[in-house]
Nanobody, 123 residues
């Protein structure tokens, strides 16, 4: 079965950096578009970044452009999210998701999800 496992979350001060990783198994990774989404307490899950199957196309929510970078390694079945200049409003549970063939900014379009990793940014 498809399994996605995130790692790399933690507590960081504003202005700091974290690198999230998502390890995928049980799927032909290079056939799947991948996304990172986040959910803050009391808020709906929101799109953060997506990357196409080849890694050649990426997209970001406006609030993280220039600070976050999504990347993938199809040989290692991993997708990463480098987060720089973190802000308190980035605090959330971050989850990776997989979707066959394409990417989408809408969480409901993704059938496979990891359990999430907590990111907390203190001011």
């Amino acid at each position: 079965q498809v399994k996605l496992v995130e790692s790399g979350g933690g507590l960081v001060q504003a202005g700091g950096s974290l690198r999230l990783s998502c390890a995928a198994s049980g799927l032909t990774f290079s056939s799947y578009g991948m996304g990172w989404f986040r959910q803050a307490p009391g808020k709906e899950r929101e799109f953060v970044a997506v990357i196409s199957r080849s890694g050649g196309t990426t997209d970001y929510v406006a609030s993280v452009k220039g600070r976050f970078t999504i990347s993938r390694d199809n040989a290692k079945n991993t997708v990463n999210l480098q987060m720089n200049n973190l802000k308190p409003e980035d605090t959330a549970v971050y989850s990776c998701a997989a979707r066959l063939w394409t990417v989408d900014n809408i969480p409901a379009k993704y059938p496979y999800w990891g359990q999430g990793t907590q990111v907390t940014v203190s001011s």
